[in-house]
């Protein structure tokens, strides 16, 4: 299916940017924004010659930002809400001013841009959403308590959405990824086990599969066959094992 507009946020790394690539064939005009402009650029110079790529660099911690994005943005057919951040360590350790920030980017940026373009899209007849949660929706996470909260809201909010939306011709899909091999690890501070490193999935990997899910209007998708029993075990298990699993697996004493 071929798209005219594409906006992917959060582009300059990891799955943003992996799925930059993936959609860089799929549609004529290519939104991308992020923090590292550098990197933001690099991408529009190597996707240049495949599609119109725009790029707008916007701090989505502000409303100002998110305005900012949607005046240069304009209308676009497919809408990939995929930054955010979190910080690692105990919440009442944690800068205010950081754990506010997790929740401008990860929640209120997230909730305004689907919003807007949701309607427009609606309007339209035609039109796909692709909000980037996490495996950590499915339970609470000491530890990533904030960033883990913000994608529970996140896998909340596109279910939703998505039901809502039904029978209009948009669709949303919520991508709820595992480890994945990107730079959140380093800027979070989160320590890794065995665990996550065995079933970890590369950024590209991860994007191809979430970019066939929203084409094909899947209300949820959860890459790779470890990952997908994290769900049911959230189901099933009490909330108190699964607290001391999560904190045993984030390493947080």
């Given at each position: 299916m071929q798209m005219p507009s594409a906006l992917v946020t959060g582009a300059s790394s990891g799955i943003g940017l992996e799925i930059s690539r993936v959609l860089a064939?799929?549609?004529?005009?290519?939104?991308?924004?992020?923090?590292?402009?550098?990197?933001?650029?690099?991408?529009?110079?190597?996707?240049?010659?495949?599609?119109?790529?725009e790029v707008i660099v916007a701090d989505l911690s502000t409303e100002s930002g998110v305005d900012s994005l949607i005046g240069g943005a304009g209308d676009v057919d497919l809408l990939v809400n995929n930054a955010g951040y979190g910080l690692y360590g105990r919440l009442v350790d944690q800068d205010p001013d950081g754990v506010l920030g997790i929740v401008d980017v990860n929640i209120r940026a997230l909730t305004r841009l689907g919003h807007h373009y949701a309607a427009k899209m609606k309007a339209r007849g035609e039109?796909?959403?692709?909000?980037?949660?996490?495996?950590?929706?499915?339970?609470?996470?000491?530890?990533?308590?904030?960033?883990?909260?913000?994608?529970?809201?996140?896998?909340?909010?596109?279910?939703?959405?998505?039901?809502?939306?039904?029978?209009?011709?948009?669709t949303v899909t919520a991508l709820c990824p595992g480890y994945v091999e990107t730079g959140f690890q380093s800027t979070s501070g989160m320590r890794l086990t065995g665990v996550e490193i065995w079933s970890s999935l590369?950024?590209?990997?991860?994007?191809?599969?979430?970019?066939?899910?929203?084409?094909?209007?899947?209300?949820?998708?959860?890459?790779?066959?470890?990952?997908?029993?994290?769900?049911?075990?959230?189901?099933?298990?009490?909330?108190?094992?699964?607290?001391?699993?999560?904190?045993?697996?984030?390493?947080?004493?």
């Open positions: 064939p799929m549609v004529d005009r290519l939104v991308i924004t992020g923090r590292q402009v550098d990197a933001l650029r690099d991408l529009e110079q190597e996707l240049g010659d495949i599609v119109e790529v039109g796909r959403i692709l909000n980037v949660a996490s495996i950590a929706a499915f339970q609470p996470g000491p530890g990533l308590a904030v960033y883990c909260a913000s994608k529970a809201y996140v896998l909340s909010l596109s279910r939703a959405m998505s039901a809502e939306l039904r029978g209009s011709g948009v590369p950024a590209s990997s991860v994007a191809k599969k979430a970019v066939r899910a929203m084409m094909k209007g899947r209300r949820e998708v959860v890459p790779g066959v470890v990952n997908w029993f994290i769900p049911v075990f959230a189901r099933i298990l009490p909330i108190r094992l699964q607290l001391m699993i999560v904190k045993a697996s984030l390493m947080l004493r």
